[in-house]
């Protein structure tokens, strides 16, 4: 199997997503009420971290691409 990059963004997406669902799940089976007015932006605002979170890890990827130089090894800074 192929490896990949680990993308953290995704991560949170999938929790947020995940969160939601058994939230929704709660309210239905009468175990917990949530205010309908609530839920929409709390998901709205997961999804907006997880795009913060995935601009982070971008920058940090590419940071560290511009340090390492061709031969993979880190490059001398000053």
């Known amino acids: 199997m192929a490896r990949h990059d680990f993308e953290p963004g995704r991560l949170v997406i999938g ?3 995940l969160g ?3 939230a929704y799940l709660a309210a239905a089976d009468g175990r917990w009420h ?3 007015y609530l839920l ?3 998901l709205a605002g997961g999804f907006c971290l997880a795009g913060l979170v995935s601009s982070l890890s971008f920058a940090a990827r590419r ?3 511009r ?3 061709r ?3 880190p490059e ?3």
Do not use: E, K
């Open 15 to 17: 929790l947020v997503l």
């Open 20 to 22: 939601g669902g058994l």
């Open 34 to 36: 949530i205010p309908s």
């Open 40 to 42: 929409l932006p709390v």
């Open 63 to 65: 940071r560290r691409a």
């Open 67 to 69: 340090l390492t130089d």
């Open 71 to 73: 031969d993979g090894q």
């Open 76 to 78: 001398r800074l000053g």
